[in-house]
DNA sequence: AATTCAACTTTGCATTACAAAGTACTTTTA
DNA sequence: TAAAAGTACTTTGTAATGCAAAGTTGAATT
């Protein structure tokens, strides 16, 4: 039993970008205010754990008008779906054995 | 899909404090010593998380000597238990959903 | 022109994580 | 018996993080 922590990804140790990602596994695409509203998560706080995700490289961002207002969605990365499927593998690993 | 990340235990986040749970939930009792080298965190690091989880009460401490050395062993509260089960309930909610 | 809305960015503060150094107690070694 | 070593801390200091609140931008509505 060595090292068992070191395959966790801290980019998802905080409880909002954990939420973020478990969005955006099961969702193609969510929007800002979706996940602001799932969460519960001020606006400001929200767009810091995003731009963490996005300076990772773990999600893509998309910038459109719907219905003449303006909305951001964001959508998992491949290489941030790999990250997050580690990171899950890792804590399996921890608390299944 | 509401509020998906209330249930998760703050005290659960970081990356060390998981590995010392996720021991003591295997092991009727770690000691410092196994727990420093397992995870690899220096001593001073260590002992701060475990001084968070036992503000909680989420873990009990017993200090006694072995082999003429200090020895001072972990083990889970009944709290921290329950508590540990509940956020890996919450986890497995939000990601396996 | 003023207001509203979405999605930020900035600011500032409080908390946290961490390493490194220092401490206390005991045992071992010289 | 004095010095060194080992365990488990505690203290100190710093850098990173989390967060709310307020400010910003650009487009749409009134």
Redesign the pocket.
């Known amino acids: 039993m060595k090292n068992i922590i070191a395959h966790l990804d801290?980019a998802f140790?905080?409880?909002?970008?954990l939420g973020i990602m478990s969005m955006l596994m099961v969702n193609e695409s969510v929007?800002?205010?979706t996940i602001k509203e799932t969460l519960d998560?001020?606006?400001?706080?929200l767009?810091?754990?995003?731009?963490?995700l996005e300076k990772k490289e773990y999600i893509n961002?998309t910038?459109q008008?719907i219905e003449?207002?303006?909305?951001?969605s964001y959508s998992l990365s491949p290489a941030g779906r790999l990250a997050f499927k580690k990171h899950l593998e890792a804590l399996e690993a921890l608390i299944g054995k």
């Open positions: 801290k140790e905080s409880r909002v970008r929007d800002f205010k998560v001020s606006d400001g706080n767009a810091s754990h995003l731009a963490a961002i910038k008008f003449r207002k303006p909305n951001t």
